[in-house]
């Protein structure tokens, strides 16, 4: 198999591409060939950014766009596509933690701000990418939803109701979209080192180390470990990969396990064991791959 990183003559869009995964995953795309589109809606973050990245030679370039203005989408994906003349991949990462409140005592306006961004703004940068895609006859969509799409979570229901909406829209665009050509699936990212991650904890060290003990690989992950996904995702490896959300999750027994959702059933679980989760318990250190 020829090198299924290499994004030579592709076109990559990236949402939230200021921090955390999204920086993350557009450097990927650039350094895999690509030339990347990095949009946020903190314009002189992402500008700076694709400075720091065309200044190592590679290709990328920097838009405004907040994604629950569905203007700003449709301008962005117009100006993506008239100036590169395609999207091969698109990454709709762009995403805000909730204010933690009880449901009784949460009000309107923060529903209305976490699902205009986390729910509506990925169903907008859909509509108009998949409008380019089918045009091109072919495209790869990854969207970012969390594992949070999976379970409930007291103080953040706007969040979690999101992160469900996404997973949902996903399933429903990948079987609309897979005979066109157009490969669309999720990541459903577990406890990862960004600014959403310490917004989850309210800042509390000992908040975050906690959780961190509970996944499986015994910390929290690198944003650099969900660009790979989303890079594979969008590769022509992921040839028969279709509405997919990838996860880590835990179990309702408290044990736990990495796991992909299979497309509109039920668990396919991996190293779903004792010895497996004994394993984990006593490998509470970091485990790097390939470094
Ligand atoms: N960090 C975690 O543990 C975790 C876990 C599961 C899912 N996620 C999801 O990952 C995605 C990326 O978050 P992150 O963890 O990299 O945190 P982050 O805060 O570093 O990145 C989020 C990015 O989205 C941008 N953004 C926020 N509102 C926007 C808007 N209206 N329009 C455009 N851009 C906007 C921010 O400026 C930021 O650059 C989010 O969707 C988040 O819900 C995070």
Redesign the pocket.
Same mark, same amino acid.
């Given at each position: 198999m020829k090198n299924i990183f290499d994004f030579q003559g592709k076109v990559a869009l990236v949402?939230? &591409? &200021? $921090?955390?995964?999204?920086?993350a995953t557009a450097r990927a795309f650039a350094e895999a060939g690509a030339s990347v589109v990095m949009?946020?809606?903190?314009e002189d973050?992402?500008q700076a950014e694709a400075a720091k990245i065309t200044a190592t030679g590679q290709r990328a370039i920097a838009m405004k766009?907040?994604? $629950?203005?569905d203007e700003d989408v449709r301008r962005m994906v117009e100006r993506t596509s008239s100036q590169f003349g395609s999207i091969d991949a698109a990454f709709n990462?762009?995403?805000?933690?909730a204010k933690s409140a009880p449901m009784a005592e949460s009000s309107r306006d923060e529903w209305d701000r976490v699902i205009g961004?986390?729910l509506r703004?990925v169903w907008s940068c859909m509509k108009y990418e998949l409008q380019q895609m089918e045009r091109q006859g072919r495209g790869a969509i990854v969207n970012?939803? $969390?594992?949070?799409a999976l379970t409930g979570n007291p103080g953040i229901g706007a969040?979690i109701a999101s992160?469900h909406g996404v997973v949902g829209l996903t399933r429903t665009a990948a079987l609309e979209y897979i005979k066109k050509g157009i490969y669309i699936n999720a990541v459903?990212?577990?406890?990862?080192?960004?600014?959403? %991650?310490g917004?989850?904890v309210s800042g509390s060290e000992d908040a975050y180390n906690d959780i961190a003990e509970q996944v499986p690989i015994g910390r %929290?992950?690198r944003?650099e470990e969900i660009a790979a996904a989303v890079l594979w995702l969008c590769s022509p490896a992921a040839s028969y990969v279709v509405g997919q959300a990838i996860t880590r999750r835990r179990r309702n027994d408290g044990r736990l396990a990495v796991s992909l959702k299979r497309f509109g059933t039920d668990w396919m679980d991996v190293g779903e064991t004792d010895a497996w989760n004994s394993s984990i318990r006593q490998q509470r250190h970091p485990v790097r791959r390939g470094s």
């Open positions: 949402t939230g &591409a &200021a $921090s955390g995964m999204g920086l949009t946020d809606f903190r973050l992402v766009c907040d994604v $629950s203005n990462n762009a995403g805000v933690m961004i986390n703004g970012n939803a $969390s594992v949070g969040y992160k459903n990212p577990g406890l990862i080192d960004t600014q959403v %991650a917004d989850v %929290a992950g944003p």
